[in-house]
């Protein structure tokens, strides 16, 4: 099905890094432009903590770095998962 806020899009990395969740969160309270934002921290960078991005769905899927596109034929994607809410 389509997918809903809260949706976790899981990536698997090389050994040597860690794997990365993306959380999709659909439409922004901060940005009205677009229904289909996901919001990622970065990881560390350049010896720093890193930060909190957003992008929206359809920019991700023609990201410049193929690991990070979200589409079947793409080996480093693993899913989409929904978290059960007791």
Request: net charge neutral.
């Amino acid at each position: 099905g389509a997918l809903q806020p809260g949706d976790l899009l899981y990536f698997r990395q090389a050994q040597s890094q860690p794997d990365h969740v993306m959380v999709f969160v659909g439409r922004s309270f901060f940005d009205r432009e677009g229904s289909d934002w996901i919001v990622y921290h970065t990881g560390p960078m350049d010896g720093g903590p890193g930060e909190v991005r957003k992008v929206t769905l359809h920019d991700l899927a023609q990201h410049p770095a193929t690991r990070w596109r979200p589409v079947v034929s793409n080996t480093h994607f693993v899913g989409v998962f929904r978290l059960a809410v007791l």
